[in-house]
């Protein structure tokens, strides 16, 4: 009778510390649901250009994300209008769309119109945002930032870097001082969608820089930008001078765009500017403890390259040449 009872007794106690683990298991699962249900939901924009072994991987960096996948969506946009009909298989939470103008920022803003979460967080199709990306960034937005620049870390082909690759080492995505500027680049830019909805969407008639002139926008409506250095997406440094001129031609015709010369005289000023040592680079480069003499060297010199090229490819476009659309 005893050993009946005993077992019993232990029967009725493991019942009752079972279901006292299903009430624990139950109330917390029941706090986290109030919490996500709180927190707001995101739409991540990311536009893409025949580079979809770069996006593959995007793709799986953005599936590692902490935030809870219920609470943000993925647009990809393709942007390449001799293959409107590419197709992938996707998670869930993904789309696939497509928009025909020609441009990134033309791309972003279809991912806009389509966007259905209360914040945009708009990456590139090269980028690997860290798995807390989202997570970290809405914890700033909560707690009381509007539009927030987040930090692009730099990655490397291998230990020794070329002559193109120290250049972006001390050039590439000075993400602090954009947001000291009130501006931020693409590639790591999350913002609440009413600060859209107050300035207005990119300006697609840019190739390159509407990030920036919408930053300006912004700050002009008075909505002030964060610098976020935990909301991180790794970015691969550019390895070659073809990418790095390229772009130099597309900054030229966004130049010309956003700042015309206004008279003859103001353009002579201009190009004149143009070609002048940059003394102004020499003072910071020589102030960056990061840096050796030698990467300071490369990218001192590269910067003098850039400047002079720019310089010349806006006077092919006054000249009539056509802008630079990759």
């Known amino acids: 009778m005893a050993e009946i009872f005993m077992s019993r007794m232990w029967s009725a106690k493991r019942a009752f510390y079972i279901l006292r683990l299903v009430e624990v298991t139950a109330l917390k699962y029941e706090r986290l649901l109030k919490m996500a ?26 599936q590692k994300q902490t935030y809870s996948t219920r609470l943000f969506e993925v647009i ?18 993904f789309m696939l769309v497509n928009e025909s103008k020609p441009g990134s920022y033309a791309a ?10 209360d914040v945009l967080a708009f990456t590139d199709s090269d980028c690997l945002p860290e798995p807390d990306w989202l997570e970290n960034a809405v914890r700033h937005l909560t707690n009381g930032a509007q539009r927030l620049a987040g930090r692009v870390r730099l990655y490397y082909r291998g230990s020794r870097l ?26 790591n830019m999350i913002v609440w969608r009413y600060c859209f909805d107050r300035v207005g969407k990119f300006n697609d ?18 909505i002030p930008i964060r610098y976020a250095p935990d909301v ?11 990418d790095l001129l390229t772009k130099r031609r597309r900054l030229a015709a966004a130049a010309l765009k956003i700042n015309k010369p206004r008279n003859s005289l103001a353009l002579f000023m201009s190009l004149f500017r143009g070609v002048m040592p940059p003394t102004k680079h020499f003072r910071r480069l020589y102030r960056r403890t990061d840096l050796t003499l030698n990467e300071k060297a490369c990218a001192l010199a590269l910067v ?13 476009l006054l000249l009539g040449r056509h802008p630079e659309r990759r």
């Open 37 to 62: 249900n709180q927190l707001p939901s995101v739409s991540v924009i990311v536009p893409t250009f025949r580079d979809w072994e770069s996006l593959e991987k995007t793709i799986r960096a953005i």
């Open 76 to 93: 990809l946009v393709n942007n390449d209008a001799e293959n409107m009909h590419a197709e992938m298989a996707l998670p869930d939470n």
């Open 108 to 117: 972003r803003n279809r991912g806009i119109d389509l966007a259905r979460g």
């Open 162 to 187: 070329n002559w193109v690759e120290k250049y972006e080492k001390a050039y590439a995505f000075p993400q602090r001082r954009y947001a000291d500027e009130g501006v931020s680049v693409t590639a």
């Open 205 to 222: 008639a840019l190739f390159s820089g509407g990030d920036t002139e919408w930053g300006r926008r912004a700050l002009e409506a008075n």
């Open 232 to 242: 991180v997406v790794l970015h691969p440094a550019r390895a070659r001078m073809i």
């Open 304 to 316: 003098y390259l850039f400047k002079i090229y720019g310089t010349w490819q806006r006077v092919l």
